[in-house]
């Protein structure tokens, strides 16, 4: 990033693709991160995962491009590329040497508009699909976070469920299904093409339009997400892990949305919570103080709709209740008492300050305005986040532990080799 | 055509070596108001004895746990304050300390460093509750089958270079070790002679050595001692090994003895590597980040796309000893580990019998290129390898390193391919799941057709 801030280049193609391009010179290198509005929250309740599987096989063969041919162009360059579902976008990412730019980029734009989903993909990939599944179901960090997220949200809400779905869910996924949902999904309006690197800005527009101007579709129908459940009590569930030797912990609450206006205040109150430093107040209880666990921390995942905060920690098993007796005391106690003077002072320094750092690769650049265009945040967002870190009150993050922070409304996870009598345990 | 060399030329790395032996770099990188800096040690887990494995990294911790001059209670915050973060590592050849924030607080980042060099606390109560947090890291890697299986693979490939045991220790010696063995430990190793300073970022070099030298240069030297440690010797016979555990999925491994990073063979070695699976570059650092081309990959070809597995990895890091190339598969669902291994090696009996191909050199270096340039992209990337290749070779090795790849030939790589995959040279080690009767998972019946 320049010294100055960033200074991308925004427009608008007529079918509704936005671009921005912004140019560094740092390296002989570019960062391409392409966005359509068709994350996991599209998924239909008999095909749950279906996004995930486009995303696992639509860089696989277009109706020009063999996945022969597509994978001698990615390896004879050397590209990092990755294609990957979130709950409300797909993102198709590479970064190139400077020299290739103009080549990927054109592979990007056919992967993105003509793939041809060919079978011995779809079942090949399908089998990769399967085995992540199986291995995330035998992580124990892993099977606490899907299984807060389903206490949270339940099976109704998408955020309560596994953006790769279940093996159930992924065998009724067959190829005509996923022709289906990029036609109706995958589709110009509502995509952002996100360029940092070694370009000109407008000689990119040019090929941009070139190669991504023609693209037509219906624009897709939109996605309303259904009211988060109320917590109304504590819930507890444990998923038993034989063989492990580690409890991993899952604990949260629903959070913000990402255009909540109170937003910067929960970003500063999470990092107080379980951030600033080695995992924050959390991590000096429950980590410095206790001995208790290598890792414990908090994060917010503020969204189109309202994300959770999830407080994760790995403990031996005898230390399960001890550790969450532990997140209970600091959430309760923030929750009531909020932060102090100098807390605020020191996550609001380290917010700031580390602007530079969030926008130091190619890369970052390319996440940091995808995510501006995404919540409508302007082109303008880097310049304006210091002062909107700095005009949050400390009466603003009180509000916010307040208003989440709750024991008693805990949804708590656990998942490793715990005993079959514990309240709440589940078979795997 | 421009080679990548003629527009982007190696940037300025200046040195010094202050009279207490600490060796200085600064290069200079304006593109953003940020500073790294980084201090390495010459100290990792071979340099422990029977009994004290996992005190480099136990050391590692507690030099974060305050200071003479940094009160325990302040070790959060002096960095956080500028926006910055700091972290630490520990590994078979080195240990080191990074700070990365804005370019203004290099003295404080400079200023910690130098505390840590010298002053650490060691308060009894903390390394007995650092005890606990090592353990509980410990427990946490044993979770993953597949770091469970790397430990034991990698502690039946030697037997007696003391790569062999694993850098977070066995669990009887992270139960005994005592507060004063971490201790000794420490006014050993960290000493100006035995590490290296790394500062790169938006700052002057001739304002960074002159601050390295006020806050590093009245630490006395100190003699490190005898440093000898046992060659492995020459592996005569295959070795082998099966874990058995609660689980759902199947892993197999085969580590390969493989050259040291001063060794001529490492390079082609690296080549080697990104024929079978794709190149990776040397930042152990930036590793962890995104995949590795490797979809014409001879193992992903036979074994992704095969459907034999849903994941093959190649690892080869540049280590002070010869240490390892290991192959890692993750079986698909279903799959027997015999066919995953049959297949395997039967792609590395196959190179190492007809070597590569031009088309697949070319590929290769042509990846190798692309990734160097990647892991590159921050002060703290390249202050790291400019800190690693010192620490472990030699920071003209990692300058030449370009250039030994660029040469290499394809009778090169098929030499090295020829006198490292041989089966005498490695071990295998799988990773069979038992379902929660004790008993092998059943099979799978899933949608491809496999041979």
Redesign the interface.
């Known amino acids: 990033?320049s010294?100055n801030g960033l200074t991308p280049v925004r427009t608008a193609l007529p079918n509704g693709v936005v671009v921005l391009v912004q140019s560094?010179?740092?390296?002989?290198?570019v960062a391409i991160n392409f966005a359509m509005v068709s994350g996991s929250v599209c998924d239909s309740a008999d095909h749950i995962g279906i996004a995930n599987f486009v995303a696992h096989v639509i860089d696989r063969g277009t109706s020009s491009r063999s996945a022969e041919a597509?994978?001698?162009a990615?390896?004879?360059?050397?590209?990092?590329?990755?294609v990957r579902a979130s709950r409300h976008r797909m993102i198709l990412a590479c970064?190139?040497?400077t020299?290739d730019f103009e080549m990927v980029l054109e592979l990007v734009a056919d992967i993105a508009q003509h793939p041809s989903f060919p079978d011995r993909e779809v079942?090949?990939r399908?089998?990769?699909i399967?085995?992540?599944i199986?291995?995330d179901?035998?992580?124990?960090?892993e099977a606490a976070d899907d299984l807060v997220r389903a206490l949270i949200y339940g099976e109704l809400h998408p955020y309560g469920r596994r953006v790769s779905g279940t093996l159930d869910s992924l065998g009724r996924i067959d190829r005509t299904a996923l022709i289906d949902f990029h036609r109706i999904r995958c589709v110009p309006k509502g995509a952002t093409l996100t360029i940092a690197g070694d370009v000109n800005p407008s000689a990119v527009t040019d090929t941009v339009s070139r190669l991504f101007g023609d693209w037509s579709a219906d624009p897709p129908v939109p996605v309303s997400l259904p009211p988060v459940p109320e917590a109304n009590g504590r819930r507890r569930a444990v998923r038993q892990?034989?063989?492990?030797?580690?409890a991993d912990i899952a604990y949260g609450f629903t959070g913000v949305a990402r255009s909540d206006p109170r937003y910067h205040g929960f970003r500063i109150m999470n990092n107080v919570l379980g951030q600033?430093?080695?995992g924050g107040r959390l991590g000096?209880t429950i980590?410095?103080?206790?001995?208790?666990?290598?890792?414990v921390f908090s994060g917010l995942e503020a969204n189109i709709g309202p994300g959770p905060l999830i407080v994760r920690a790995?403990?031996?098993p005898a230390n399960v209740d001890r550790a969450i007796a532990s997140i209970d005391d600091e959430v309760g106690k923030m929750g009531a008492d909020g932060v102090t003077d100098q807390e605020l002072t020191?996550a609001k320094?380290?917010?700031?300050?580390?602007?530079?750092?969030m926008?130091?690769?190619?890369?970052m650049i390319a996440t940091f305005l995808q995510n501006s265009e995404q919540f409508d945040l302007g082109m303008d967002y880097d310049a304006r986040l210091p002062g909107l870190f700095e005009a949050v009150t400390l009466d603003d993050v009180c509000d916010a532990a307040e208003s989440l922070l709750a024991p008693d409304r805990a949804s708590i996870a656990i998942a490793?080799p715990i005993d079959e009598d514990v309240e709440g345990a589940v078979s795997? | 055509m421009i080679s990548m060399r003629d527009k982007a030329p190696v940037p300025t790395v200046r040195s010094t070596v202050l009279d207490n032996g600490l060796t200085v770099l600064v290069q200079e990188q304006h593109a953003a108001p940020l500073a790294s800096v980084w201090c390495w040690y010459r100290v990792g887990s071979k340099d422990e004895l029977p009994g004290s494995t996992g005190i480099s990294h136990w050391v590692e911790h507690m030099n974060f746990k305050g200071t003479t001059n940094i009160p325990r209670d302040q070790v959060k915050g002096i960095i956080e304050r500028h926006g910055g973060s700091w972290n630490g590592y520990t590994w078979i050849d080195q240990t080191t300390y990074m700070e990365t924030a804005a370019s203004h607080a290099l003295d404080r980042m400079l200023f910690i460093e130098s505390e840590r060099m010298s002053n650490c606390l060691y308060e009894p109560a903390e390394c007995e509750s650092e005890r606990t947090v090592i353990i509980s890291e410990l427990q946490g890697g044993e979770n993953d089958p597949e770091q469970l299986l790397d430990v034991e693979v990698t502690a039946t490939a030697f037997k007696a270079h003391p790569y062999r045991h694993p850098t977070i220790g066995w669990i009887g010696d992270l139960q005994r070790m005592s507060r004063d063995d971490l201790y000794t430990y420490y006014k050993r190793f960290y000493v100006p002679n035995n590490a290296t300073l790394v500062i790169v970022g938006d700052i002057l070099a001739d304002d960074a050595f002159r601050l390295a030298e006020q806050r590093f240069g009245a630490i006395p030297s100190v003699s490190l001692g005898d440093r000898t440690r046992t060659q492995e010797p020459v592996q005569t016979g295959e070795r082998r090994l099966t874990l058995t555990r609660e689980g759902s999925m199947a892993y197999c491994k085969m580590a390969y003895h493989a050259p040291a990073v001063d060794d001529s063979d490492f390079a082609p070695m690296l080549l080697l590597d990104a024929v079978l699976t794709g190149a990776k570059g040397v930042n152990l650092w930036s590793s962890f980040e995104g995949q590795a081309p490797q979809r014409t990959a001879r193992l992903y070809r036979a074994l992704v796309d095969g459907g034999l597995a849903s994941s093959v990895e190649g690892t080869l890091l540049p280590t002070q000893d010869p240490f390892l190339y290991t192959v890692s598969v993750e079986a698909t669902a279903g799959t027997a580990l015999s066919s995953v291994e049959a297949e395997a090696l039967s792609v590395l009996d196959r190179i190492r019998t007809d070597g590569v191909t031009e088309t697949e050199l070319e590929r290769a270096k042509r990846q190798f290129r692309a990734r160097l340039v990647f892991e590159t992209d921050s002060v703290t990337n390249i202050a790291h390898q400019l800190g690693y290749f010192t620490t472990v070779a030699t920071l003209d090795l990692y300058h030449d390193l370009p250039r030994r790849v660029a040469v290499a030939t394809v009778e090169q790589v098929g030499e090295v391919a020829r006198r490292y995959l041989v089966p005498s040279n490695r071990t295998i080690g799988w990773f069979q799941p038992l379902n929660h009767e004790g008993e092998h998972s059943p099979l799978v019946v899933s949608g491809l057709r496999r041979r």
Do not use: H, W
């Open positions: 990033m010294k560094t010179k740092t390296q002989p290198a597509l994978a001698e990615f390896d004879n360059r050397g590209l990092s590329f990755a970064n190139c040497l020299d079942g090949k399908r089998v990769e399967e085995t992540a199986r291995r179901a035998d992580s124990s960090a892990l034989p063989g492990k030797v580690q600033f430093g080695l000096n980590r410095e103080r206790q001995g208790m666990a290598y890792y790995g403990v031996s020191d320094q380290f917010l700031v300050g580390s602007i530079p750092r926008l130091e690769t190619n890369a490793g795997p």
